[in-house]
């Protein structure tokens, strides 16, 4: 849980790995995360640069240090990580499982609600569920990050017309019933600044664990190879 890129991508999502010497990553189309020693070498950069390919996106939460010249920091902030310990879940009627059909209405929920990337194959990493009214998404939630033993809930998001119903609390508790049937434990980050999503997760039964640091980054246009 202190790396959870590098367990997830280690165990249950080896499948979806690239590896390039000590570096390993998610496809580009998937999400941006990626798993390195603490404090890489001139190496290891240049590793990371192959993988997220010139001006990629690459998100790392375990750097200490900073990325060498070449390297655009897009932003680095504090996040808080919050485990499962006592949360009620439960299946929602009006849940629906989200797939790749439904990911274009998923792209465009993510644009105007920001819960953070999701990309086109994000929704490969786990099971996602929305609410739709009318016909159209708006809300959702889903399985990202999966460590052994663990799941992270991610792409927590509504549309502003329908905030304050409820539908967020009710989606995560419906995920949350997913992983507990697999025998595993939710998990989730957010934003330290979040006061508000914090909140939300502390009364749904999550607790404070860990304070990660989240950095995204553009790899350099240009980059030495091995």
């Known amino acids: ?12 999502h080896a499948h979806f790995a690239e590896r390039r010497g000590r570096i390993l990553r998610y496809p580009v ?26 001006g990629g996106t690459i998100s790392m939460n375990t750097l200490r240090g900073e990325p060498p010249q070449g390297w655009e920091i897009l932003h680095r902030i504090g996040g808080v990580q919050l485990v499962d310990v006592s949360v ?58 999966h460590p052994p033993g663990w799941t992270e809930i991610s792409g927590v998001c509504t549309d502003a017309s329908v905030r304050g119903q409820g539908l967020a609390s009710r989606l995560v508790r419906a995920v949350a019933y997913g992983i507990r049937e697999r025998g595993e434990t939710p998990f989730l980050h957010t934003s330290a600044a979040n006061a508000v999503a914090i909140r939300l997760y502390e009364s749904l039964g999550f607790q404070l664990r860990a304070h990660p640091e989240f950095l995204s980054a553009l790899a350099p246009v240009r980059f030495p190879q091995r």
Not at 29 to 54: C, E, Y
Request: net charge negative; hydrophobic share 45%; charged share 25%.
């Open 1 to 12: 849980m202190d790396d959870p890129a590098l367990a997830s991508l280690t165990g249950p």
């Open 29 to 54: 189309d998937v999400t941006p995360w990626t798993a390195h020693p603490a404090v890489p070498d001139a190496r290891d950069w240049a590793d990371l640069a192959a993988l997220a390919g010139p």
């Open 88 to 145: 009620v879940p439960e299946p929602d009627a009006e849940a629906v499982r989200l797939g790749p059909a439904d990911v274009p209405e998923m792209l465009d929920l993510v644009a105007r609600t920001r819960p953070g990337p999701f990309l086109p194959r994000t929704v490969e990493l786990g099971t996602y569920l929305g609410i739709r009214r009318e016909g159209t998404l708006v809300a959702m939630a889903g399985e990202r990050l």
